[in-house]
């Protein structure tokens, strides 16, 4: 993934997205906010008990790092919902996608070991972003995601260009209760140690949807491994959310 800074702010791009002129988009680490621990620093949640004036600003530092656009978060619920994003609607909204052709809205997902998917059309000029946890994944919030964007926006899977977020890799991702929590169809990616692969259930997620495997970078950094960039819940317990974001502003493309 690429370093990039905005006005001391950093946060980490994916190679296969930065080209396009219109596009925004980033994956924050947890470090340069307001909030003291154990939320230090950059905490977006405001529901894990942090103070809220601190996360309030930790999305302000965000919104400028992304053209001041337009934040527009979700409650996550680990299912599978699509929220289509539009000129119109407002917060608060429920589901576990993301997705908009609409110009300075900013798609965010908070994370602390789920995956956030993020995605983009060039053709159509839209943008998902997706929760996929452990309970999402083996819902395929990603295919539904997709599916939103073909119904809506005419989108074709061979045009969209994704990128998977830094989330618990399979060096970290055990699931002890597996034979009870995850459905026997995921057994396969499943190690002798009962970890499981959730990096290459979405790759195989997409490419299932019809994305082309060259038009997929997944980060492959665990968040629990990297405490010191990203919160992490299996690492931690009590910590924040750090965000990945992703929207469409004007053709003039801000100097890191």
Request: proline share 4%; aromatic share 10%; with cysteine.
């Amino acid at each position: 993934m690429i370093l990039t800074k905005v006005n001391g702010v950093s946060f980490y791009q994916f190679p296969n997205l930065v080209s396009f002129p219109k596009l925004r988009h980033g994956v924050f680490t947890r470090n340069g906010g307001f909030s003291r621990k154990p939320y230090s620093s950059l905490n977006l949640s405001l529901s894990v008990g942090d103070d809220e004036g601190s996360a309030m600003q930790n999305r302000s530092l965000v919104s400028m790092c992304m053209d001041d656009g337009e934040l527009v978060f979700t409650r996550q619920m680990h299912d599978a919902d699509v929220i289509v994003v539009s000129k119109a609607n407002s917060f608060p909204f429920i589901g576990d996608a993301l997705v908009s052709n609409v110009e300075n809205r900013m798609l965010a997902i908070k994370i602390a070991d789920c995956q956030s998917v993020l995605m983009y059309d060039p053709v159509r000029n839209v943008v998902a972003n997706v929760h996929s946890g452990w309970r999402g994944s083996i819902k395929n919030v990603i295919g539904s995601a997709i599916d939103a964007m073909k119904e809506r926006f005419n989108c074709r899977s061979s045009d969209i260009f994704a990128g998977i977020s830094p989330s618990l890799g399979p060096c970290c991702a055990e699931f002890i209760n597996y034979e009870r929590e995850i459905p026997e169809q995921f057994w396969k990616y499943k190690d002798s140690a009962n970890h499981i692969d959730f990096w290459r259930i979405s790759t195989d997620q997409l490419c299932d949807a019809g994305v082309m495997p060259g038009n997929i970078y997944s980060s492959g950094i665990c968040t629990k491994c990297n405490t010191d960039l990203y919160f992490s819940y299996r690492g931690e317990k009590t910590t924040g959310r750090f965000a990945a974001v992703i929207g469409m502003t004007g053709d003039k493309r801000r100097a890191s």
